[in-house]
């Protein structure tokens, strides 16, 4: 079994920065170190899209226009993941939710990832 857990949102002003969290919790059959983790948002009126996302290693790769102002980090060892949003604007409002994928590289489709969390809003005032 794995459980995700997503946290850290808020409302926030236009420039400002905010760090997300996910906690990822497992029975031992599951080794989360060689599985991949994104994160994905829903902006109001749209679909679940692709943020970032890392792999094993904690390589990353991003939405384009995310790049510079976005970063997801991974630590293996106390199973956390993290994304850390500098700059924000009003068009970043969304919710955000964590998910993993058993797959060693990470997808930017959300059919890929087994396990989300259920969410974090995000609020960016101009």
């Known amino acids: 079994q794995v459980q995700v857990e997503d946290s850290g949102g808020g409302l926030v002003q236009a420039g400002a920065s905010l760090s997300l969290s996910c906690t990822v919790s497992?029975?031992?059959?599951?080794?989360?170190?060689?599985?991949?983790m994104a994160w994905f948002r829903r902006v109001p009126g749209g679909d679940r899209e692709f943020v970032a996302g890392?792999?094993?290693?904690?390589?990353?790769i991003y939405r384009e226009s995310v790049k510079g102002r976005l970063t997801a980090v991974r630590d293996n060892d106390s199973k956390f993941f993290y994304l850390h949003m500098n700059n924000l604007r009003p068009e970043d409002t969304a919710i955000y939710y964590c998910?993993?994928?058993?797959?060693?590289?990470?997808?930017?489709?959300?059919?890929?990832?087994?396990?989300w969390g259920l969410g974090t809003q995000v609020t960016v005032s101009p």
């Open positions: 890392v792999d094993e290693r904690g390589d990353a």
């Open positions: 497992t029975t031992p059959e599951y080794v989360v170190g060689r599985y991949s």
């Open positions: 998910a993993i994928s058993p797959k060693a590289q990470p997808s930017r489709e959300r059919n890929e990832y087994e396990w």
